[in-house]
């Protein structure tokens, strides 16, 4: 593999871990909306 391999490999898991934290903080936000953290 190049190292621009390693790259797009890396950006993709990136990807796939911001996608996972973000579906998971708007299932619990629901209950608590960020405006009342604030």
Known sequence: MTSLD???V???AVV???I????SKTKS???K???NIS
């Open 20 to 23: 996972a934290t973000f579906v």
């Open 16 to 18: 796939l871990i911001a």
């Open 6 to 8: 390693y790259l797009i």
């Open 29 to 31: 936000g629901k209950r």
């Open 10 to 12: 890396g950006l993709y």
């Open 33 to 35: 909306p960020l405006k």
